[in-house]
Every structure is written in structure tokens, then in C-alpha cells.
């Protein structure tokens, strides 16, 4: 890959999405890793052909998409089905984001993963943005945007790399705790940084 590409990471409702959307009407194109990881398990995809033909289809729906519900449920409780499982979908995650962003136009492009460095995806990566928020904010965001307790939401932060390890990690910070004007502005300092970078690469 010739094409200079930022990392954007973030814990669960720092507002990632709020972000890229705002790259791409900067005309930036982005590769979502949560997005190529429903991809690649699509009705007729080899990685969803290979979950059914392992767990069976108790883990589809009528219409032939895969249940997730079902198949956490599967592995939530069996460490060696969930280890399984990430065997196979990782790599297919990992090929189809290097080429969408092989394919990427843009002057430069972003591969957003909630999971950039627990999974080592920075190293596709020129440099690293971290949309950062207080704990307490993820959690109030999360609850009332997924409609889940605020109790899960505790476990799944609980679960992800922890706010200070990533901010040792990343290159860039952006406080998203803020007006989304004031954010918009720092991503726009940031876009021509970039821009800059992309062309000197």
C-alpha cells in the first residue's frame, strides 16, 4: 500500500463515527473495520459458509444472515469456540481492509477500528488519532444510544484497552467531550496536517 493511511481509534462512545463522518465531507475516504467485519460474514461469504458448517445453522436467521446474538451466545461461554472463531474472521477482516484501503482515492485515507492496537492494525498505519472522552461520558452515551444498561457498558469498556494506554499509543488526541463545533475544528487543523503529510509521503 503506496497511500498514506491514519489510524482512528477510540473507546465505545468516545463518537469515532461523529469523526470520519466529518473527515468524509472533507472528501477523505474511510475503511470501518466493524463494518468490513460484517462484511466478510454475508450470505455466500467463504467466512460465513465456514461458521455454519461449524456451529450449524442455529447461529442464521430465517433469511439467511447470521444471528449474532446466537452466535455470542455460543461463544460467550467456550473460550476455544470464540478462539476459533477470531482465527477465522481475523484474517478475513484484516485482508479485505488492506484492499479497501489499497483501493482508497482519497489523499489520504482512514482505517477506523475500535480494536486499531489490540488488534496491531497500526501497523498499516502512517500515524494514530485517539477520540478521547471521560469514562463517564462513554458510559451515558452508550446506555442511551444502545439502549443497554449502564452496567454492560462498564464490562465492555472494562474489557477494551484501557483510556491511558491508548493515549501513550496514539499520535493524536482529540477531546470529544466538547461542542462538536469546537471538535470539527480541531479535526480540520488535523485533515490539513495530514494532507501535508500525505503529500511529502
Not at 461449524?54 to 461463544?75: P, T
Not at 496514539?170 to 461542542?179: P, T
Request: net charge negative.
Amino acid at each position: 500500500m503506496s497511500n498514506w493511511i491514519l489510524g482512528l481509534t477510540g473507546g465505545i462512545g468516545a463518537g469515532k463515527t461523529a469523526a470520519t463522518t466529518y473527515f468524509e465531507s472533507l472528501g477523505i475516504e474511510v475503511v470501518d473495520a466493524d463494518i468490513v467485519a460484517r462484511e466478510v460474514v454475508q450470505p455466500n461469504t467463504p467466512g460465513l459458509n465456514a461458521i455454519t458448517a461449524h456451529f450449524g445453522s442455529a447461529v442464521l436467521n430465517h433469511d439467511g444472515q447470521l444471528n449474532r446474538a446466537k452466535l455470542r451466545e455460543v461463544i460467550f461461554s467456550d473460550e476455544s469456540q470464540k478462539d476459533w472463531l477470531n482465527k477465522l474472521l481475523h484474517p478475513l477482516i484484516r485482508e479485505q481492509i488492506i484492499t479497501q484501503l489499497a483501493e482508497a482515492k482519497s489523499s489520504y485515507s482512514i482505517l477506523c477500528a475500535p480494536l486499531l492496537f489490540e488488534n496491531g492494525l497500526q501497523s498499516y498505519c502512517q500515524k494514530t488519532l485517539l477520540i478521547d472522552v471521560p469514562e463517564s461520558v462513554q458510559i451515558i452515551r452508550t446506555a442511551s444510544r444502545d439502549n443497554v444498561s449502564q452496567e454492560q457498558v462498564k464490562n465492555i469498556i472494562a474489557a477494551q484497552m484501557s483510556r491511558k494506554e491508548k493515549s501513550q499509543l496514539a499520535d493524536y488526541i482529540v477531546n470529544n467531550d466538547k461542542e462538536l463545533a469546537d471538535v470539527q475544528s480541531e479535526l480540520l487543523s488535523l485533515h490539513k496536517i495530514f494532507l501535508q503529510a500525505a503529500k511529502n509521503y
